[in-house]
């Protein structure tokens, strides 16, 4: 090889390593990651088209609304459980009000669901032959009524994210007045909402129904997912191994409580012998349906056999299952409507990757826009910086339950 062939290979060698470092600079990441996302969702839109894209934008997005929706009341049921015995922070905890600052993140990428309103909750006689008087109606009061659910919940995150020690009441720790207050509002939001955007789809009147126990269900599923995905990210505690270990029993009481709903549903609505709740379940069977509903009994067992010999890697795969089992349920609820059938696609993998990649990009300027949210987990190494930093008079430092940088 010549020394000009060595020059230029070793230019090309450069350039690309220069590049690759571009790339995987962490403070360019978010912009990558949001035009990753971009490029997967116009990727699935010229594959796919607009009318089979927004159903599956639909179920990727309640996937992500899950992980903020379903952190809230777990975080303050995990925090008022410590007001009682006073504890340390764990990473836990910090993940679940981490997550918390999805929930503007969210709202604005449901921003495209009003507008495919059309698609999605079509209107009996909105068409040629007959179209109500104002067709634009039916768009323009679903996006009112989720501002205000997003309005209501991005107050309750703005509440609850911040850390105990911080200047919130006592110690800024959540009292019983606000915790009450917190969850019965998001049960009611919750509730109406997955009516909305779940019950009220697909493209034959006859086949939406309206079961009384959804909403719970729904925050049942929304709960078990965030609770498993914050197992999935946090690091383990240092304290003793019951404490580390104890991950595993929350998880297994949501799955347990979920799994119950889906079958008093069930139950329920086979003796109501209703029509449309037929229909509903007739759609979403099939093999790969069944297949669904042994995976979620398997995971639900096992979570629930477990708890008896707890370990850190029998919580994580766990939690990589019932994150598996809870997302292609959310996939259940809403594609079967417009398919005639339970599957998964390219083109649902794409809308789930494209709105992962836009969150994560939309994240960093959101935690500047609004300063509430912008709470980092305290994981290892930042407990020490801080010191007695935020502690309320007389309070006791507590010893760290993360490891520090040496232990590490």
Not at 44 to 59: K, W
Not at 252 to 277: I, N, Y
Not at 323 to 345: D, K, N, Q, S, Y
Request: aromatic share 8%.
């Amino acid at each position: 090889m010549s020394v000009q062939e060595k020059g230029a290979a070793a230019r090309k060698a450069a350039g690309a390593k220069s590049a690759r470092a571009y790339f995987l600079d962490p403070a360019r990441r978010p912009a990558a990651a949001f035009i990753a996302g971009l490029g997967c969702l116009l990727l699935a839109a010229h594959v796919a088209g607009l009318p089979r894209l927004a159903p599956s934008y639909l179920a990727a997005w309640t996937c992500l609304l899950a992980l903020p929706a379903g952190a809230l009341p777990v975080a303050i049921m995990i925090e008022r459980s410590d007001a009682w015995r006073p504890q340390p922070e764990t990473a836990l905890l910090e993940t679940l009000r981490g997550l918390l600052v999805l929930m503007p993140v969210v709202a604005l990428l449901g921003l495209p669901i009003p507008l495919a309103a059309s698609l999605l909750y079509p209107v009996p006689g909105l068409g040629p032959e007959g179209p109500p008087p104002v067709p634009w109606f039916p768009a323009l009061f679903l996006a009112a009524r989720l501002g205000g659910y997003f309005a209501l919940w991005t107050g309750l995150a703005l509440l609850f994210a911040r850390r105990g020690g911080e200047p919130w009441g006592k110690a800024g720790r959540i009292d019983d007045g606000r915790a009450v207050l917190g969850l019965g509002l998001h049960t009611v939001i919750g509730t109406l909402a997955a009516g909305d955007l779940v019950m009220a789809l697909g493209v034959e009147p006859g086949g939406r129904f309206h079961p009384s126990a959804f909403g719970l269900l729904a925050m049942s599923a929304w709960a078990s997912l965030s609770l498993a995905a914050a197992i999935l990210v946090a690091p383990p505690d240092a304290g003793p191994a019951r404490r580390r270990h104890d991950r595993l029993t929350p998880l297994a009481v949501l799955l347990l409580v979920w799994a119950g709903l889906h079958a008093v549903q069930f139950l329920m609505l086979g003796a109501a012998d209703d029509p449309a709740a037929a229909a509903w379940y007739r759609v979403r069977g099939g093999g790969s349906g069944r297949a669904l509903a042994w995976a979620g009994g398997i995971v639900v067992a096992l979570a629930a056999l477990w708890t008896l010999r707890p370990g850190e890697n029998r919580t994580r795969l766990v939690a990589a299952l019932a994150v598996a089992v809870h997302g292609a349920e959310l996939f259940w609820f809403v594609t079967p409507a417009f398919r005639g059938g339970f599957r998964i696609g390219l083109t649902d993998g794409l809308a789930l990757a494209g709105l992962a990649g836009l969150a994560a990009g939309s994240v960093p300027v959101v935690r500047r826009v609004i300063p509430g949210l912008a709470v980092t987990p305290a994981w290892p190494g930042r407990e020490r910086a801080r010191g007695r930093l935020g502690q309320a008079p007389g309070d006791v430092a507590p010893e760290p339950v993360v490891r520090g940088p040496e232990a590490s």
